[in-house]
């Protein structure tokens, strides 16, 4: 795939708003076509800003009558303090004083950027709900705008866009040619974008509905709402990334929810796994979701519900990363896994030398022969202990396989017990057989009745702080296990913070 990048700013619209004697001070920038924003702040010097520079536009500071001249000349202030130009992206945002008043001005140049889509194209055109991720400035809203121009043009389907800021579409009654033939709907108060979300369904019965910036617990309920109805969403989202959007409570309803669940005696041991785990609670609003790490690099987690579960089971997600190349190509890999604090990792994981996991150990990394990759990588997630699968033998410290193998004397095992490295056989290839063979390795009978114990305590003390709306305060943990503690408090929605010192360092639950 090649796609070609194409930039469009409309700065002279921009330039006429300007006072006249800063408007010929920026003309004569050389670099003009990089300007990011030109800042006005009241008896302050008039500044343009520029990618790692700010230059000052004038010897005389910015006066009320300057302020006044770009205020007349844009269009009307909305709730926000953001204003605009129309048919443009540009956006003027106010800063006021307690009276009300105008006393400072931030001029931001918004740029059409084309060709950007051709990245995740086939994701766009494949009809399903995908959020976007990311920082602010990385090219999330750019991604939207190009997003709703190709399905409207090309694909010819109805595509609404709810413009809260109006910086997808640009500020007037005309949206920005940059959105094609998409329809852009106005939001006139920011708090009601969930209002405006659903009355773009029920009356104008789009086939895709376009968002910028789900932030809040009645936007993600009326995106689910909509994809409920089986329309199409491409939305962006508070958080840089997917393990972002499940920390917070507010947001985690978009991929599915997280809830404690309490196993039973038989299926935890089924499971080999402590009495509470974390679920997800639904199926997830989006499909699928795009971290944009970069303008040229993104990482795409197909299929959210089984990227979700899994996590929770603690195998780190594998995105999708996409490259834009500097010739316009577009490169797919698969991400390697990094195995993280206790977390389970794929045998594509790379093989630090020592990672903290429980308390006391190391990551180990097993190189099996004749035992199943897949019954032993269900066997490190189920049980979450630090253990790695090894594709050469060169890199494990130790080696699992089956008696009956050793009888035969292959020349791998051979090979192994020349290198010194430790040898553990197991009467079967069953996944029962290799838990217990991880469970005498990494003690986890010992620690699982210390992290349910502390669990437990965890969720009587919730259950006291939603009754008591007062602070409670937990017996003193381990950091690993106090980790887990946060985590469950958080799928609560409570905050929680550690205090005192080792060894008598101990979370604190607070209420909302």
Not at 98 to 125: H, K, N, P, S, Y
Not at 356 to 381: D, H, M, T
Request: aromatic share 4%; charged share 25%; hydrophobic share 40%.
């Amino acid at each position: 795939m090649a796609g070609q990048i194409q930039i469009t700013d409309d700065l002279d619209a921009l330039l006429e708003v300007i006072p006249p004697a800063i408007r010929a001070a920026l003309e004569r920038q050389h670099d003009l076509g990089q300007l990011l924003e030109v800042v006005l702040d009241l008896g302050r010097l008039p500044e343009a800003r520029l990618p790692g520079t700010v230059v000052y536009l004038s010897g005389t500071t910015t006066s009320r009558e300057d302020l006044t001249y770009v205020t007349g000349r844009v269009g009307a202030f909305g709730k926000d303090n953001r204003a605009g130009i129309e048919r443009t992206l540009h956006r003027i945002s106010a800063i006021r004083n307690r009276q009300g008043e105008v006393i400072g001005l931030t001029c931001r140049v918004g740029r059409a950027v084309f060709g950007t889509v051709d990245i995740v194209r086939d994701v766009i055109e494949g009809g399903k709900s995908t959020l976007l991720l990311g920082r602010p400035g990385v090219g999330k809203t750019t991604l939207l705008r190009e997003a709703a121009r190709v399905l409207a043009d090309e694909f010819k389907k109805r595509v609404v866009i709810v413009d809260t800021s109006n910086e997808i579409a640009g500020d007037g009654d005309i949206p920005h040619p940059g959105i094609g033939g998409a329809r852009r709907m106005q939001v006139p108060i920011p708090d009601l974008q969930h209002a405006v979300m659903i009355e773009a369904v029920e009356n104008h019965m789009p086939e895709v509905i376009v968002i910028d910036e789900i932030g809040t617990e009645a936007e993600a309920l009326a995106a689910r709402t909509i994809a409920e109805r089986g329309v199409q969403l491409i939305a962006t989202a508070h958080g840089n990334t997917l393990d972002n959007l499940l920390q917070n409570p507010t947001l985690a309803d978009l991929i599915g929810g997280i809830q404690a669940v309490t196993l039973s005696d038989e299926e935890a041991r089924r499971r080999g796994t402590q009495k509470t785990v974390l679920e997800r609670k639904a199926p997830p609003t989006f499909d699928v979701i795009i971290e944009i790490q970069e303008k040229d690099r993104l990482a795409v987690h197909h299929d959210v519900a089984s990227v979700v579960d899994r996590f929770l089971r603690g195998a780190p997600p594998r995105p999708e990363l996409r490259v834009r190349t500097p010739e316009g190509e577009v490169e797919i890999t698969q991400a390697a896994v990094k195995v993280e604090g206790w977390g389970a990792a794929g045998p594509m994981a790379p093989a630090p030398a020592a990672e903290p996991g429980r308390p006391g150990q190391k990551v180990l990394r097993i190189y099996p022969y004749a035992v199943s990759r897949n019954r032993l990588e269900r066997a490190i997630r189920e049980l979450r202990v630090p253990a790695y699968i090894t594709d050469t033998l060169a890199d494990a410290n130790l080696v699992l396989s089956i008696r009956a193998q050793e009888k035969r004397h292959p020349k791998k095992l051979t090979d192994a017990q020349a290198r010194g490295i430790p040898l553990h056989l197991i009467k079967s290839n069953t996944v029962s057989q290799i838990q217990a063979f991880l469970r005498e390795i990494f003690d986890v009978e010992e620690y699982m009745g210390e992290e349910l114990s502390a669990l437990r305590e965890v969720e009587q003390a919730i259950a006291e702080v939603f009754e008591s709306a007062q602070p409670v305060e937990l017996a003193p943990q381990n950091s690993y296990v106090r980790r887990l503690q946060h985590q469950l408090i958080q799928r609560y929605g409570l905050a929680s913070e550690s205090r005192g010192e080792e060894p008598l360092r101990r979370v604190v639950i607070f209420p909302k």
